[in-house]
């Protein structure tokens, strides 16, 4: 039965290492793993693939509901969209800026919102993104709120970013990054906030094992 899988969701804003802590320790259980911000940025995608304006909200919902995805998982994330690879252009900031645009409307949300419930099978489920404890697995059995500076978390996706050819302006990435924390965290629907029953975590001064251990300590031996 589905009450019985294990999920651990790890919550936090743009940039706080969620992605690489969740993956590595997915991989370590031997549990599934649930990238939530590649769907709204896979979302993201199709809407400029096909010039959509964002303040039409009919249309944006339309292409949510026919959204055409899998995830590959081998050493690392690989997303498809409608067959074609687009796992490059998921961490370009324009598609960053359009995934919380479009994760403010609710009924794009609820229609994603299956998608990711879907991925909660056998033996277990490791989930990342805003509202993986607070809206989408409330029940879940372990949950951890993972954050940092909005500073340090600009450093890393300009380094990110570099490391895979993309010239950018550090500055810009920190003020994208606090306005997008601001949209998070003040949108009506699932905000972006700290699970009552999760352990909180400011990784600005960690090491990703540090951060890793910290969150497997959560799960007992299985």
């Given amino acids: ?12 804003p743009s940039g706080a290492g969620k992605g690489t802590v969740s993956r590595i320790v997915a991989k370590k259980l031997g549990w599934n793993y649930l990238d939530s911000g590649s769907i709204y940025r896979s979302l993201a995608i199709a809407l400029l693939q096909k010039n ?4 039409n909200e009919i249309e944006t919902l339309k292409v949510a509901q026919t959204l055409d995805l899998a995830f590959e ?3 690392g994330l690989i997303v498809k969209l409608n067959g074609q690879d687009i796992t490059s252009q998921l961490v ?12 403010a409307i609710p009924e794009v949300r609820q229609v994603l919102l299956q998608k990711q419930k879907d991925f909660k099978k056998p033996p277990g489920l490791v989930a990342d993104g805003r509202d993986m404890g607070t809206v989408v697995f409330p029940d879940a059995d372990f949950k951890v709120y993972l ?11 300009y380094k ?9 302006n550090i500055l810009q990435i920190t003020s994208e990054i606090e306005a997008r924390d601001c949209r998070d ?7 972006l906030v700290q699970a009552v029953d999760a352990l909180f975590i400011d990784s600005s001064a960690m090491t990703i094992d540090a951060v890793i251990a910290q969150v497997l300590s959560l799960v007992p031996q299985r």
Avoid at 52 to 55: A, G, I, P, Q, Y
Avoid at 147 to 157: D, F, L, N, Q, V
Avoid at 160 to 168: A, H, T
């Fill in 160 to 168: 990110q970013l570099m490391e895979k050819g993309i010239d950018v």
């Fill in 92 to 103: 370009t900031e324009a598609t960053g800026n359009v995934a919380s645009i479009v994760a």
């Fill in 73 to 75: 998982c081998d050493d």
């Fill in 52 to 55: 959509v304006d964002l303040s």
């Fill in 147 to 157: 954050t940092a500076s909005a500073t340090k978390r600009a450093e890393r996706r």
């Fill in 185 to 191: 965290k003040e949108r009506l629907t699932a905000p």
């Fill in 1 to 12: 039965m589905l009450m019985n899988i294990p999920v651990l969701t790890i919550d936090g």
